[in-house]
């Protein structure tokens, strides 16, 4: 989300855009992820992802109830993480959870960062998963040069490794990663 275009297109000062998603943040509306890096600084160019504790409440403000094909992977991507999310809360864990996306737009949804552990998880809302739904790890895992998991989270009901890559449904793969 990237609040001075909010601003400009809602004609309010971008400082106010900003304070509005604050209190959203504040009162557990929604939840900011921010975006991966390994300093600081990167971090705070970067836009950050905006998730809502409820995809009902998404789905009243845009005013579109249906679950139609160009909505399921945005609407799967906020119940991993709102289950992520309230999975770490309920066993009182510190953890970070982030994004990752580059300027050429591999991304992926998720980075946790729970016990010591970097998880990259990617979501996908389908049934059949292909190579091409890899690439976000493999550029993460270039940038990232450390050992971590690579999960990918999809909508099937067969676990697979593919390429060092762990496919689960995505309820069992958040009972793999300790959630």
């Given at each position: 989300?990237?609040l001075?275009?909010?601003?400009?297109?809602?004609?309010?000062p971008r400082?106010?855009a900003?304070?509005?998603?604050?209190?959203?943040?504040?009162?557990?509306?929604v939840?900011r992820c921010?975006?991966f890096?390994?300093t600081?600084?990167?971090?705070l160019?970067q836009?950050?992802?905006y998730?809502?504790f409820?995809?009902?409440?998404?789905?009243?403000?845009l005013?579109?109830f249906?679950?139609?094909?160009e909505?399921?992977?945005f609407?799967?991507e906020?119940?991993?993480?709102?289950q992520l999310?309230?999975?770490?809360?309920?066993?009182?864990l510190?953890c970070?959870?982030?994004?990752?996306r580059?300027e050429?737009?591999?991304e992926v949804?998720?980075?946790?960062?729970?016990d010591?552990?970097?998880?990259a998880i990617e979501?996908?809302?389908?049934?059949?998963?292909?190579?091409?739904d890899?690439r976000?790890?493999?550029s993460?895992s270039?940038?990232?040069?450390?050992?971590?998991?690579?999960?990918?989270?999809?909508?099937?009901?067969i676990?697979k490794?593919?390429n060092g890559?762990?496919?689960?449904?995505w309820?069992?793969g958040?009972?793999k990663i300790?959630?």
């Amino acid at each position: 989300l990237d609040l001075s275009k909010l601003a400009a297109q809602a004609q309010v000062p971008r400082q106010s855009a900003v304070r509005y998603f604050e209190i959203l943040e504040d009162t557990l509306i929604v939840y900011r992820c921010e975006a991966f890096s390994s300093t600081e600084r990167k971090r705070l160019i970067q836009h950050p992802k905006y998730y809502f504790f409820d995809t009902g409440v998404l789905n009243g403000i845009l005013g579109n109830f249906t679950a139609s094909l160009e909505r399921i992977g945005f609407l799967f991507e906020h119940l991993v993480c709102t289950q992520l999310l309230s999975s770490v809360l309920a066993k009182d864990l510190d953890c970070r959870l982030s994004h990752y996306r580059t300027e050429h737009g591999a991304e992926v949804d998720f980075i946790l960062e729970l016990d010591g552990e970097v998880v990259a998880i990617e979501v996908k809302a389908t049934r059949n998963i292909g190579t091409a739904d890899f690439r976000g790890l493999h550029s993460f895992s270039e940038f990232f040069k450390k050992p971590h998991r690579k999960i990918l989270f999809y909508l099937g009901d067969i676990e697979k490794h593919i390429n060092g890559i762990e496919i689960f449904p995505w309820q069992l793969g958040l009972k793999k990663i300790g959630l």
